[in-house]
């Protein structure tokens, strides 16, 4: 049984940081990419970050310059390193993971096999 459990989210004000951790478990983690998307209020859930099954990561806009994705196959787990966060980063950090990558190559994230429960986020100002 695949799951992704995600721990680290907390509520934190403008110019903080947060570390969040998701531990995988019921698949090889070595073979896929895995990642995190978030959804904030009265938003759809978009895509935050991403390191392939070999090392190389991909960001959104809105993440780049100041989180960092890491994985380590070893312990089953991913994390997202957030920096300088500030209140349009509030929302529910999901950990997921894709057979397929990151991104193709038009640079469209490719839609998660699996999802965890999700994290909560939040940033006052």
């Known amino acids: 049984q695949v799951q992704l459990v995600e721990s680290g989210g907390g509520s934190v004000q403008a110019g903080g940081s947060l570390r969040l951790s998701c531990v995988t478990s019921?698949?090889?983690?070595?073979?896929?990419?895995i990642g995190w998307f978030r959804q904030g209020p009265g938003r759809g859930r978009e895509a935050v970050s991403c390191v392939t099954n070999d090392g190389k990561t991909y960001y959104s806009n809105a993440a780049k310059g100041r989180f960092s994705v890491s994985r380590d196959n070893v312990k089953s787990a991913i994390y997202l390193e957030m920096n300088m966060l500030a209140p349009e980063d509030t929302g529910v950090y999901y950990c997921t993971k894709s057979f397929l990558g990151c991104m193709d190559a038009g640079a469209h994230w490719y839609e998660p096999d699996d999802w965890g429960q999700g994290t909560q986020v939040t940033v006052s100002s």
């Open positions: 019921g698949f090889k983690l070595e073979y896929y990419a």
